[in-house]
């Protein structure tokens, strides 16, 4: 009798799993592109059914493969890592996955928001109204849109502009150079038809919407944010402090 360990053998689901990632990794399965039928592959590794349909749900389970009913399962784009804990920069964020981004301001308008009060003003305050479209590399991640204290960030729009998109860089230059995530709610709803042309989504496409309040690090308020990331694109994660 052996002292060693016995291991159990790998999941035949798995191992079929493995193969196929494999294949998404080298190129040979693109993005878009069928994937064998679960009788196609039953017949090559000698397995039932639903040995297959499993390695797929696994697979759809980490975002390599959508499983389309009467249609198939296709190879999706591998979604985006996106941090979200107390310390808020989308470019520092991209850049731990090794990504280059980059925002572009759609749109500006002077409100009366009820985002005011949670950014402690009275709820008749102005506010700026900003909404930025965000891209990693080439990828369309998320419209935002910002909500700040008219008053006290004059002229913030042109400082945006020179600033290349960039939110962070802006409250610097007010000498703000560090901020905080003091909340952040999240839920998943359908795209509007602007987020699905913006975002590259095909209708009806999915968000997750975040909501939150950034505050300096003496914890009072700068800005309400709201975002819709593109649900094919991106996966939030969520960092302990």
């Not at 493995?18 to 990794?25: A, M």
């Not at 470019?91 to 759609?106: C, D, M, P, Q, W």
């Not at 839920?187 to 699905?196: D, F, I, N, S, Y």
């Amino acid at each position: 009798m052996s002292d060693g360990i016995v291991k159990s053998a790998e999941p035949l689901w798995k191992r079929i799993a493995d193969d196929l990632t494999d294949e998404i990794d080298r190129g040979a399965c693109k993005t878009g592109e069928a994937l064998p039928t679960a009788q196609q592959l039953s017949s090559r590794y000698g397995v039932n059914r639903h040995t297959v349909l499993q390695a797929y749900r696994y697979l759809a389970s980490q975002g390599r493969v959508s499983v389309e009913q009467g249609r198939g399962t296709f190879v999706t784009a591998q979604r985006i890592p996106y941090p979200v804990g107390r310390h808020v920069s989308f470019r520092t964020n991209l850049a731990k996955s090794g990504l280059e981004s980059s925002n572009t301001v759609l749109d500006v308008a002077v409100t009366s928001a009820e985002f005011a009060p949670s950014i402690g003003l009275p709820a008749d305050a102005k506010l700026w109204c900003i909404r930025i479209l965000s891209v990693a590399g080439e990828v369309p991640v998320s419209i935002s849109t910002h909500y700040l204290d008219v008053d006290r960030f004059a002229a913030f729009p042109e400082r945006l502009t020179a600033n290349a998109g960039s939110i962070s860089a802006t409250l610097a230059s007010y000498g703000i150079a560090q901020y905080q995530r003091l909340n952040t709610r999240l839920h998943a709803r359908l795209a509007t038809a602007m987020e699905c042309r913006l975002l590259q989504l095909e209708e009806p496409g999915s968000v997750l919407h975040s909501a939150g309040v950034d505050a300096d690090l003496a914890g009072k308020p700068l800005q309400a944010v709201e975002t819709a990331f593109a649900g094919d694109h991106i996966e939030v994660v969520v960092e302990p402090e």
